[in-house]
């Protein structure tokens, strides 16, 4: 392909209307654009999600005119003036130099500039680029003897919705997720999630139960208690002829939700409150997980088993089930390197507070801390590049000295005992909004280099969730139009020596 030339660049910010009845932030762009006696201009858009989780450690955003201000009179001008693009690296190493000022300036978590102003500032010079260059998003971390193989990620299909979701709902888990694991292409994984959908709603309709949607459209219905949701998944599969091992059942637990008082977070403690089965020490909630996993001997994924600031908590699941379930850590990690390279350094299991990630723009702030937060859980980061954004954001010396106490001696160790984990990224939703199709840039970046995978926008309905799944459909097209063999991830995205018995059994 001819070298690109993309210069002359403009940056502006407005507000747009976003998906959760608010307004949020989208970032627009031009550039010239000269490829051989190609020139031409281009204008790219992105809308970020509305506002963060409740980390406190994540990006901090500011009102949306204060953004837009700061995208006028400072991030605009970091801007550079040109950058040349032979190969996807280049496109990577640009915006990687931008997102390091904006790290450097932002201040801590981007408070001082808006995580909001840095994310639209940084997700819209990397689509711009990358429209520019003439590159796909799957072609970003190809390998040099050219892409053979690529694998697409399990969809976490949203179907059950309950705990602050849902108003007077007796399930205590935010989320209940279906997902298709015997398809050979990701447009059949989306055939049989629809039919999955369509199939759970006449089952409602059945039971004279509502057929209304929350916000990432899985269902929204008086329950009895905590397994209803998954017993009606199970009935769901059984009605469409799926065995065991051909899906997969998952769950958000979202447990920071119930650890809301200074008390129970000093005694470790949880009010299920939703189900009303009392108050439970930490002990008692990690048995409490393990019969939401010994449930179904098909259950593959739990996110959040404990709240944010119980990072002991998940360390007691993972000691107990890190072998059977995927741990994914959101609320206690937040996309920050800062809390992932310690969370999963540690040599024995133990020591490790999950074995997957969830993996979301709006908390880190920045395209590129995005990115490298994926690549250390998928072992394929850039060490140097690591230490110079830790460095960057003044966490270098604390994440030091936590390795410690894990009984790791160098940053260098720590990422080496990641590679070797065999862990997984989990990329979310709540990370782009508008008419942007900017998320499944992430599962498509990181397809080309591993089998663990795993991404989640909500059920396969509602405009939003469709515009971060629909371009999925495309690039496998488009892939196997150019003699790329195409996976989808499946069983074996799971994280290295986690054995789910539906599985398992059949092997």
């Known amino acids: 392909m001819a070298v690109t030339i993309v210069s002359d660049f403009t940056l502006t910010g407005r507000e747009i209307l976003s998906s959760y009845a608010s307004f949020t932030l989208e970032g627009e762009m031009t550039a010239l654009v000269r490829r051989g006696r190609e020139r031409f201009r281009i204008r790219e858009r992105n809308g970020i999600a509305k506002g963060t989780s409740d980390g406190q450690f994540e990006a901090v955003y500011i009102p949306n005119d204060a953004a837009i201000a700061s995208i006028r009179k400072r991030i605009a001008r970091l801007l550079p003036k040109k950058v040349v693009i032979r190969t996807p690296r280049d496109i990577l190493d640009a915006v990687a130099e931008f997102d390091l000022k904006l790290v450097k300036r932002a201040g801590p978590n981007k408070r001082a500039w808006g995580g909001n102003a840095c994310l ?250 995005t990115f490298l937060a994926a690549a250390v859980v998928l072992g394929c980061a850039n060490a140097a590049q690591v230490a110079t954004f830790l460095k960057a954001r003044k966490d270098y010396p604390i994440v030091l000295e936590q390795l410690k106490t894990l009984g790791v001696s160098s940053l260098a160790e720590a990422l080496a005992n990641i590679r070797k984990g065999g862990f997984t990224a989990f990329f979310s939703h709540r990370s782009t909004e508008g008419s942007s199709e900017f998320l499944p840039y992430l599962p498509l970046i990181f397809g080309a280099v591993s089998p663990r995978v795993w991404f989640k926008a909500g059920a396969p309905n509602g405009e939003r969730n469709l515009q971060n799944y629909n371009p999925l459909i495309r690039a496998e097209e488009a892939m196997r139009a150019r003699k790329v063999k195409t996976v989808v991830t499946a069983w074996q995205g799971l994280p290295a020596g986690v054995s789910v018995p539906a599985v398992a059994k059949k092997r």
């Open 120 to 369: 639209a500032a940084s997700t819209v010079f990397f689509q711009t680029l990358l429209k520019a260059s003439g590159f796909e998003a799957w072609e970003v971390l190809k390998p040099r003897g050219g892409l053979k193989t690529f694998y697409f990620p399990n969809i976490a299909f949203n179907m059950v919705c309950g705990g602050e979701h849902v108003p007077g709902t007796k399930q205590d888990i935010q989320e209940m997720f279906f997902f298709a694991m015997k398809e050979d292409s990701i447009k059949g994984v989306f055939e049989t999630g629809a039919k999955f959908f369509r199939q759970f709603e006449k089952n409602l309709v059945r039971d004279k139960l509502p057929t209304g949607t929350a916000k990432e459209r899985g269902f929204v219905f008086p329950v009895k208690d905590n397994f209803e949701g998954l017993k009606r998944i199970r009935e769901c599969a059984t009605q469409l002829g799926l065995k065991l091992q051909d899906y997969a059942v998952g769950t958000d637990n979202a447990f920071s939700e119930l650890q809301k008082t200074a008390e129970f977070r000093r005694d470790g403690k949880y009010d299920m409150r939703f189900s009303g089965m009392g108050v439970l020490t930490r002990e008692q909630l990690i048995k409490f997980d393990g019969k939401v996993v010994a449930f179904a001997p098909n259950f593959a994924t739990m996110e959040d088993p404990g709240a944010e600031g119980d990072p002991t908590a998940h360390k007691l699941m993972n000691a107990k089930y890190g072998d059977r379930v995927q741990i994914v850590l959101d609320d206690a990690a937040v996309t920050q390197l800062r809390f992932i390279i310690p969370f999963l350094a540690g040599k024995e299991r133990k020591d490790r507070a999950g074995n997957s990630v969830l993996i979301k723009l709006n908390q880190a702030g920045t395209f590129t801390e």
